[in-house]
């Protein structure tokens, strides 16, 4: 069983920032490309970013340059550094990792008003 828990979610004006947070087991953490992805109302959930377990990281075009994710292997924790958001970034933000499977956490939501 795996279990994520996301945190950070909450209301920001548009041009401001949040940063998500993800705890995992540190078995899972240590060994595990881990991302985030997001859904918005009406539309598919769709892929932000992923880390993999070297550091490598990888972001949708729609993100670059806004935001960054990073880990801290000391507190087995996953970030999603968001900034200059705009109100399209609206979603529920997921916490994910694929071990055999993809698991998801229970999400955090991003509201950005106008």
């Known amino acids: 069983q795996v279990q994520l828990v996301e945190s950070g979610g909450g209301l920001v004006e548009a041009g401001g920032s949040l940063r998500l947070s993800c705890a995992a087991s540190?078995?899972?953490?240590?060994?595990?490309?881990m991302g985030w992805y997001r859904q918005a109302p009406g539309k598919q959930r769709e892929f932000v970013a992923t880390?993999?377990?070297?550091?490598?990281?990888n972001y949708a075009d729609s993100v670059k340059g806004r935001f960054n994710i990073s880990r801290d292997n000391a507190k087995d924790t996953m970030y999603l550094q968001m900034n200059s958001l705009k109100p399209e970034d609206k979603a529920v933000y997921y916490c994910?990792?694929?071990?055999?499977?993809?698991?998801w956490g229970q999400g955090t939501q991003v509201t950005v008003s106008s």
């Open positions: 994910s990792v694929t071990t055999y499977r993809q698991w």
């Open positions: 880390i993999s377990n070297d550091g490598s990281t």
């Open positions: 540190r078995s899972i953490f240590i060994r595990y490309t």
